[in-house]
C-alpha cells in the first residue's frame, strides 16, 4: 500500500467507499472478499511487518468486528507467511493474525523462516531443502481443510462483546446500521 492512512475516520463515520485512497483499496478488499484462501506476506523489518503491509492493515480496520465486519470472513481459510534474515517472524505474523482474528476469520496458517541470507541465491541448499518440505507440508494441510470452515470459540466471544458493544455504546452510527442491516442483534449470525 503506497499510502499511509491519514487517520480521517471517514471509513468508519461514513463508509469505507469515503476512504480517500478507495481506488487502492476497492480492489484489493473485492479480491480479499473473493478468494478462497487469503494469502497475505511480509519480510520482518525490525522485528515486524513492512510499512507497505501495516499501511496496507490499517486501510481496513473498518472490517474490524468492532466496526462493520464481512460476514464472508467467518469462513475463510487463511495463511501467512514471513521470511527473515534472522528473527522477528513471529512478531510479524502475530501482527497480521490478530487482523484476520479481528476480522473474524477462524482458521489461520502461518509458515515463518529465518534464511540466514538476505537474497535468494545466498541461501543454503540445506534451508532451500527445509522450506519446500515446510511449505509442502502446510499446503497439504490447507488443502485437506480448505472446505471444512471453522469456528472458534474466541471468534465467537470477540463476535458477541462486539454486538453488546454496538448495541449499547456504538459511536459510528454507520457501524450500528451495519448491524442492524445484517440482522446480527436478532437471531442471525454471521457464520450461519
Ligand atoms: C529495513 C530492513 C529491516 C530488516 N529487519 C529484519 C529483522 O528485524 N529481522 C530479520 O530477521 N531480518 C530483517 N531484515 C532482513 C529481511 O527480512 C530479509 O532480507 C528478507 O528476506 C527480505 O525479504 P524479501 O527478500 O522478500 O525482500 C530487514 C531488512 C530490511 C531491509
Not at 511487518?49 to 490499517?58: F, I, P, R
Not at 486501510?59 to 465486519?69: D, I
Not at 487463511?78 to 493474525?97: F, Q
Request: overall charge positive; hydrophobic content about 40%; proline content about 4%.
Amino acid at each position: 500500500m503506497p499510502h499511509f492512512c491519514r487517520g480521517c475516520n471517514n471509513c468508519f463515520l461514513k463508509g469505507e467507499n469515503s476512504c480517500p485512497h478507495q481506488d487502492y483499496i476497492t480492489p484489493i478488499k473485492e479480491a480479499i472478499l473473493k478468494a478462497e484462501l487469503i494469502i497475505f506476506v511480509s519480510p520482518v523489518y525490525v522485528l515486524n511487518v513492512t510499512g507497505q503491509m501495516k499501511a496496507l492493515l490499517d486501510h481496513l480496520a473498518f472490517q474490524f468486528m468492532s466496526h462493520r465486519p464481512n460476514k464472508l470472513m467467518f469462513h475463510k481459510t487463511a495463511l501467512i507467511v514471513s521470511i527473515g534474515a534472522g528473527g522477528g517472524m513471529d512478531s510479524t505474523i502475530k501482527a497480521i493474525s490478530t487482523n484476520f482474528k479481528w476480522w473474524g476469520i477462524s482458521r489461520i496458517y502461518s509458515f515463518g523462516f529465518a534464511i540466514r541470507a538476505v537474497n535468494w541465491d545466498e541461501i543454503t541448499k540445506k534451508n532451500k531443502l527445509i522450506m519446500e518440505r515446510k511449505i509442502k507440508n502446510i499446503s497439504n494441510k490447507i488443502k485437506s481443510k480448505i472446505n471444512k470452515p471453522k469456528l472458534s470459540i474466541n471468534t465467537k466471544i470477540l463476535f458477541y462483546i462486539c454486538r453488546m458493544i454496538q448495541r449499547n455504546y456504538a459511536y459510528s452510527p454507520c457501524d450500528k446500521e451495519h448491524w442492524e442491516n445484517n440482522g446480527w442483534f436478532g437471531k442471525n449470525r454471521p457464520w450461519k
